[in-house]
């Protein structure tokens, strides 16, 4: 079955070649807009309104405009994934930077100040990259408020 926006099957090649200019104006379309830009006489009017109430152009163009929002939508969401693609093997080689980094480190060189804030971070970090961006009551859970408290190894004692 044809989709609502292409040629029916009674319609005059002229009034045709007139609907498309119509709806390829865009979404703000009008009869004059479109018979303007065109060059066309302004006389022309009366016989694309009677098109118009003929082969349904307003109701066609509405299922035009869904059409293209809809390929546009699929669109972004297609370049949203291969993004997230990206940033996904970007994390992935950053953190082993990281974790290689971490290795090499002397506990003896870390300041409790230094392990808080990378702790911080890092959990930062993965919350955004899951979309948890610290709006928890979405998802049905409190906002903590209370005291943390980290008690560390023997490695930090003196710090």
């Known amino acids: 079955m044809p989709e609502l926006w292409e040629r029916r099957d009674d319609e005059t090649n002229q009034a045709w070649n007139a609907f498309c200019l119509y709806r390829d104006y865009g979404a703000d379309r009008g009869f004059m807009k479109t018979i303007d830009s065109n060059g066309i006489p302004a006389s022309r009017y009366g016989v694309w309104c009677k098109w118009s109430a003929k082969y349904g152009w307003v109701k066609r163009c509405g ?94 004692e003196g710090l």
């Open 63 to 156: 299922s035009y405009d869904t059409h293209l929002d809809a390929l546009r939508r699929a669109e972004r969401e297609r370049e949203f994934a291969e993004r997230e693609k990206i940033y996904r093997r970007i994390t992935e080689k950053a953190l082993a930077i990281v974790e290689k980094r971490l290795d090499g480190f002397d506990p003896e060189e870390l300041s409790q100040a230094n392990v808080m804030e990378w702790l911080k971070g890092s959990i930062d970090i993965e919350r955004a990259a899951f979309g948890k961006d610290g709006d928890d009551e979405a998802d049905g859970k409190k906002d903590f408020s209370g005291q943390l408290e980290i008690n560390f190894v023997n490695e930090f």
